[in-house]
């Protein structure tokens, strides 16, 4: 009868793994607070994407994490940058996996900010060059989607405008529109190695206390042309997700980050939770909030458990 009458469903379909990416081959280095997760060198990557293909998950999304790391971000746009050949490298191995491509600076900096360094702040629009020539080289890696994460104002339209120019008009921009400065992005700056060497994101990523600024953050990039539209981090956002949900007509997608996947993980290794049902429980959630796709750790645990 409960399943008769079940009202949210979880489909593998809806789920994108993020992979890191490093150089080298035979590399899998595991990132010690997201156990089951490692950093993997394009030769593993793409066995790591033959398994997530098989069980049915929708896509991937690439984080590369570059041999070198300069004030101008170069990696980032290089041709033969890691996540242009990791970008190269899943499409050749698996063709109907969806690779989505996370476009921002903070991995390929040495100072680990999000964009051009003035003074001692990120200048916005002048980080707009860098970001548009990562989006034009993914695109011509061969990237299916891609998704700016570093939350400059009036860089969708900027990215639209640069893709289109290049002859990508048919690729979708999956914006992280709502980013929070949120703590549980730690682990992750373990795993991708950008955590900022001075002071800390909040003059370009939102505040967690406001709502109503996350919807105006929405708007701006749905009418600077975003496809869909990412809320970041879930579980503590289910509220943004519903709004957007509401609200616009397109997808939406939320990313479960490293700090959620984490804490299920450190209390579960302690015998104070059991995994298998925090993880459905939450990803029950963030889908019941509103949304469509849901970036998460434990897209491969949370297929098998649904297969
Ligand atoms: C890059 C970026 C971050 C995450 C995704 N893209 C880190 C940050 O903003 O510091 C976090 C993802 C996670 O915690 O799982 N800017």
């Known amino acids: 009868m409960r ?3 079940r009202e949210t469903h979880l489909e593998p379909s809806q ?9 080298g081959e035979g590399i899998r280095k595991p990132i010690n607070s997201m156990p089951g997760n490692a950093q993997l ?21 690439l ?36 690779v989505v491509t996370d476009v921002c600076n ?4 040495s100072h680990g900010h999000c964009g051009v360094i003035v003074g001692n702040d990120v200048d916005n629009d002048r980080t707009f060059e860098w970001l548009t020539k990562t989006a034009v080289s993914h695109a011509k890696a061969g990237a299916d989607m891609i998704a700016p ?28 529109a709502a980013k929070f400065a949120s703590v549980f992005y730690g682990p992750f700056r373990e795993a991708a190695e950008s955590t900022p060497q001075f002071g800390d994101r909040r003059s370009y990523q939102m505040d967690p206390a406001n709502y109503r600024e996350a919807i105006h953050e929405m708007e701006l990039d749905f009418e600077e042309g975003a496809d869909m539209l990412m809320i970041k981090p879930a579980g503590p956002y289910l509220d943004v997700i519903k709004a957007a949900r509401d609200r616009f007509p397109v997808p939406i997608g939320a990313y ?14 302690n015998g104070w939770i059991d995994r298998d049902r925090a993880m459905m429980e939450t ?17 491969k645990d949370a297929a098998r458990a649904l297969a």
């Open 256 to 269: 479960q980050v490293s700090g959620e996947f984490a804490m299920i993980m450190a209390a579960s290794a």
């Open 149 to 176: 994460s570093d939350m400059m104002d009036g860089r969708v339209a900027m990215i639209r405008k640069a893709l289109d120019a290049e002859g990508f008009s048919n690729k979708p921009i999956f914006s992280y």
């Open 283 to 299: 990803l029950t959630a963030i889908r019941r909030a509103g949304a469509d796709i849901i970036l998460t750790y434990f897209s």
């Open 15 to 23: 789920f994108v793994l993020p992979l890191f990416v490093c150089p």
């Open 41 to 61: 060198s394009v030769d593993e990557m793409v066995k790591e994407c033959e398994e997530i293909q098989s069980l049915g998950i929708g896509g991937v999304m």
């Open 3 to 5: 399943r008769l009458v």
């Open 63 to 98: 984080f590369g994490i570059p041999e070198t790391k300069d004030e101008h971000a170069s990696g980032a746009y290089a041709d033969d940058g890691i996540t242009q050949q990791a970008v190269r490298a899943a499409k050749a191995a698996t063709p109907e996996l969806i």
């Open 106 to 109: 903070c991995e390929y900096t």
